[in-house]
């Protein structure tokens, strides 16, 4: 991994590992997923830093980031992306892409809603969700693991379970990653799912039908959480790379960590395409 600090935001202190610190302001921007944390990035941080500057960070109650003094006011799919737009300003990154990883790609989406000015969104294990209409509700498939994604308390085998079921296996789950998964405040899974029922998020679907921001779509054929036909064939997307959803075979939920040499190429197939070499 890459060094690591702090900054310190309205959102708490934030960690962030930083392959580059003081280098130039383009920048790769990683965003982790639900009771993860920076440290599963650590293949793709080595794989690309000498690409691109690359920074990734632990969002609130997360990692090595603080909890939430007022859980309401951080712990929401808007305020993470505020607290990413916060370290972003504050660090002087500009260009930027994004890769947001399951929750860290809806909060990617949530920016992109804000205004954020970004080169590019790549999100993976992320289906864009409707608040209304036919697709409202699509997106995702029920399952004991994705309903875990919202309890506060976890045990040793809910860990162990929705651990597993994110990194696309057992095998995945390394120590850190597990322990990242008992770190997590609970407090950050239920505050947050509370405000998806109540429609605190963007309309996902209407984002990316609408908007130019460059997207690509990079996930497990075999992601276990996704519609992958309402992603396929149920949007159509306004400006997506590779003229579509790139599906990487074998792959579940993250491929970046699972399938490498699958997924790379691709993640660096949209960098030169939004933001040349340095």
Same mark, same amino acid.
Not at 155 to 169: H, I
Not at 235 to 247: P, S
């Given at each position: ?17 930083? @392959? ?19 440290? %599963? ?12 500057? %690359? ?16 859980? #309401?006011? $951080? ?18 990154? =500009? ?16 920016? $992109? ?20 209409? #036919? ?6 498939? #029920? ?11 976890? @045990? ?22 597990? =322990? ?43 992601? %276990? ?10 949007? $159509? ?39 040349? #070499?340095?």
């Amino acid at each position: 991994m890459s060094e690591q600090h702090f900054i310190d935001t309205d959102f708490g202190r934030i960690a962030i590992s930083d @392959s580059d610190p003081g280098g130039s302001g383009a920048c790769l921007f990683l965003i982790h997923g639900n009771s993860s944390l920076k440290e %599963v990035f650590a293949t793709t941080i080595e794989a690309f830093r000498d690409r691109i500057r %690359v920074v990734a960070m632990d969002l609130p109650g997360h990692g090595a980031s603080a909890d939430a003094e007022d859980p #309401p006011a $951080v712990y929401t799919i808007p305020h993470y992306a505020e607290a990413a737009r916060a370290v972003i300003a504050k660090m002087g990154l =500009d260009p930027v892409c994004v890769f947001g990883w399951s929750l860290g790609g809806h909060i990617g989406l949530e920016m $992109v809603a804000q205004g954020a000015t970004l080169a590019g969104l790549a999100i993976c294990g992320t289906p864009p969700v409707a608040l209304s209409g #036919p697709d409202k509700g699509r997106g995702f498939i #029920p399952s004991p693991e994705l309903s875990l994604a919202g309890k506060r308390d976890f @045990s040793e085998a809910d860990c162990e379970a929705y651990g597993a079921a994110t990194v696309g296996g057992a095998e995945h789950l390394t120590q850190v990653l597990r =322990d990242g998964v008992r770190r997590t405040d609970g407090l950050a899974r239920e505050t947050m799912f509370n405000a998806i029922l109540s429609g605190d998020l963007a309309d996902e679907k209407q984002l990316v039908e609408s908007n130019a921001t460059p997207l690509a779509i990079l996930d497990g054929e075999e992601d %276990v959480f996704i519609d992958h036909d309402y992603l396929a064939h149920g949007i $159509v997307y306004a400006n997506i790379w590779g003229g579509g959803r790139q599906a990487i075979p074998g792959a579940g939920h993250a491929p970046f960590l699972t399938h490498p040499a699958a997924f790379n190429p691709l993640l660096d197939g949209f960098l030169t395409a939004v933001m040349p #070499p340095r």
